[in-house]
């Protein structure tokens, strides 16, 4: 069982930037892929990016792909999401989301395919 806390949403303006943190309670979260969602008032939760093991292996969402960036810290049981040339539709909680198992890009783009989520963060983008 893996706890994942979010942190580092707000309130931004337009063509500001965020990064999104996600703490992980279980080491080593490195046993772990690892994937930021999102979802907006009245809109199912969407895919945003995900990352394999040790980084090696990334995917975004159309809406994202130039914009943010995912990284992760197994030493600090950390997983990140830069994101620059922030846009109101952008706006929306954040939920960082944890697997043990990968799969092809299909696959780790499905809410579906995660067992573990975070409460999610908050975020606004004002135009």
């Known amino acids: 069982q893996v706890q994942l806390r979010e942190s580092g949403g707000g309130l931004v303006q337009a063509g500001g930037s965020l990064r999104l943190s996600c703490t992980a309670s279980t080491r080593p979260s490195r046993n772990y892929i690892m994937a930021w969602f999102r979802q907006a008032p009245g809109k199912d939760r969407e895919f945003v990016s995900t990352i394999k093991w040790r980084g090696d292996t990334t995917y975004y969402a159309d809406s994202v792909r130039g914009r943010c960036t995912i990284s992760r810290d197994d030493d600090k049981n950390t997983l990140y999401l830069q994101m620059n040339s922030l846009k109101p539709e952008d706006s929306a909680v954040y939920y960082c989301?944890?697997?043990?198992?990968?799969?092809?890009?299909?696959?780790?783009?499905?809410?579906?395919?995660?067992?573990?989520w975070g409460q999610g963060t908050q975020v606004t983008v004002s135009s």
């Open positions: 989301a944890a697997d043990l198992v990968w799969g092809d890009s299909d696959v780790v783009r499905q809410e579906r395919h995660y067992d573990y």
